[in-house]
T-cell receptor
Framework: NAGVTQTPKFRILKIGQSMTLQCTQD?????MYWYRQDPGMGLKLIYY???????DKGEVPNGYNVSRSTTEDFPLRLELAAPSQTSVYFC????????????FGQGTRLTVV | GESVGLHLPTLSVQEGDNSIINCAYS??????FIWYKQESGKGPQFIID?????DKRQGQRVTVLLNKTVKHLSLQIAATQPGDSAVYFC??????????????FGKGTHLIIQP
């Protein structure tokens, strides 16, 4: 049981480039989330999904897109990278809304220069 | 502003002492509150949760207290150990869209254990 796996761990992007942050979970969880964590701050919700084929915006969705074609995978897409997107990104999953223990990936540290 | 926030950014305690980390929240409709621990370079890990209809819940060396009157949450760690050094976040579930829940996190408190 690997839990939640994120790739890559680190990435440097130039302004205007695009990339996809990968997230996979093997716990058959229904809910998946993407958060960003800026230095010295808490986690802000970008997008979430309650099941395959269903996604919705969180608190800070601008500049990002997601898809959920399978239960296991929840990739986060940055189309036109901007310096404001420099952050650490965490993917998380949870069984359903009645559960309280979310499992997080190790994070992706993204720098946009 | 954030609906969940923490009073102190850094808390330094002596090894073996008890620690109390505080959190204020503003969303009275939250179903539950959760404490997470984040060690350096890692993702947050679940510590303990408390339902909104409870006042207190105990785990192994940890106790969470919920005061709904003043919208205050605290995490008490007994006999702190070096491994307790981390950033602690309180979180609450809030509805962020069409019926689903998202966890809203506070800024975090960095707990430092002095030898």
């Amino acid at each position: 049981n690997a839990g939640v796996t994120q790739t890559p761990k680190f990435r440097i992007l130039k302004i205007g480039q695009s990339m996809t942050l990968q997230c996979t979970q093997d716990m058959n969880h229904n809910y998946m989330y993407w958060y960003r964590q800026d230095p010295g701050m808490g986690l802000k919700l970008i997008y979430y999904s309650v099941g395959a084929g269903i996604t919705d915006k969180g608190e800070v969705p601008n500049g990002y897109n997601v898809s959920r074609s399978t239960t296991e995978d929840f990739p986060l897409r940055l189309e036109l990278a901007a310096p404001s997107q420099t952050s650490v990104y965490f993917c998380a999953s949870i069984w359903d809304r009645t559960d309280t223990e979310a499992f997080f990936g190790q994070g992706t540290r993204l720098t946009v220069v | 502003g954030e609906s969940v926030g923490l009073h102190l950014p850094t808390l330094s305690v002596q090894e073996g002492d008890n620690s109390i980390i505080n959190c204020a929240y503003s969303n009275s409709a939250s179903d539950y509150f959760i404490w997470y621990k984040q060690e350096s370079g890692k993702g947050p890990q679940f510590i303990i949760d408390i339902r909104s209809n409870m006042d207190k819940r105990q785990g192994q060396r940890v106790t969470v207290l919920l005061n709904k009157t003043v919208k205050h949450l605290s995490l008490q760690i007994a006999a702190t150990q070096p491994g307790d050094s981390a950033v602690y976040f309180c979180a609450e579930n809030v509805r962020v869209g069409g019926g689903a829940d998202g966890l809203t996190f506070g800024k975090g408190t960095h707990l430092i254990i002095q030898p």
